[in-house]
């Protein structure tokens, strides 16, 4: 089974019920998996031309991106 990209977590506003909704609804904290970050930047590096000086620049920000996003 796949996890989705997102998921929104639904706190109680006692902050003692945690759950996990579908669908984000008020006072919900959404998180987003890393592997479908990874995945992207990943697939937006491989689509620039690299012959171009703004490619390059495009590159190395997402670069930066993707070692940010590893560390975490």
């Not at 006072?27 to 703004?54: F, H, Q």
């Given at each position: 089974?796949?996890?989705?990209d997102?998921i ?21 904290v959404?998180?987003?998996r ?20 703004t490619?390059?620049?495009v590159?190395?920000?997402?670069t ?9």
């Amino acid at each position: 089974m796949k996890a989705p990209d997102k998921i929104y977590i639904n706190v109680h506003p006692l902050g003692v019920d945690y759950s996990i909704v579908p669908i984000p609804d008020f006072g919900c904290v959404e998180y987003i998996r890393k592997d479908a970050l990874l995945e992207w930047t990943k697939k937006e590096m491989k689509e620039w031309p690299s012959e171009s000086n703004t490619a390059q620049g495009v590159k190395m920000g997402l670069t930066l991106v993707l070692d940010k996003i590893e560390s975490l």
